[in-house]
């Protein structure tokens, strides 16, 4: 099997995404991303975050992608989850993502960031 193929399992269960932190779990380098999406069989959508090419395009992707890009301990937040499941209209250029872990990126204009206390609950 090849690094593709490897990948491609985890990927179509995730909205089509893999993240280096996924490929390091299937033992493929953070560099084979980097290969593939040269070749044009991924996409790089964020640092560290990558999108097959041949995807099945879904309404609720940029709310994946929100959550990859913060990373494992993220979580959709607020007006974001009913946005999501059509319970109420809302502003859709913002996606609201909370996360117990602190996070050092900067993101797309789109995402805010909502820190938690993972002691709140």
Not at 25 to 36: M, T
Not at 57 to 76: H, K, M, N, Q, T
């Amino acid at each position: 099997m090849t690094y593709y193929d490897d990948i491609y399992e985890r990927a179509v269960d995730n909205y089509y995404l893999i993240t280096t932190e996924d490929a390091k779990e299937l033992n493929v380098p953070g560099v084979e991303l980097a290969k593939l999406a040269k070749r044009g069989r991924l996409e790089n959508l964020a640092r560290g975050l990558y999108r097959l090419s041949r995807y099945v395009p879904s309404e609720f992707d940029a709310y994946a992608i929100a959550v990859a890009s913060v990373g494992r301990a993220a979580y959709l937040y607020g007006e974001s989850v009913l946005a999501m499941l059509r319970l109420t209209p809302t502003n859709p250029e913002r996606i609201f993502v909370a996360t117990t872990v602190r996070v050092r990126k900067k993101f797309p204009e789109g995402i805010r960031l909502v820190p938690q206390n993972e002691h709140a609950f």
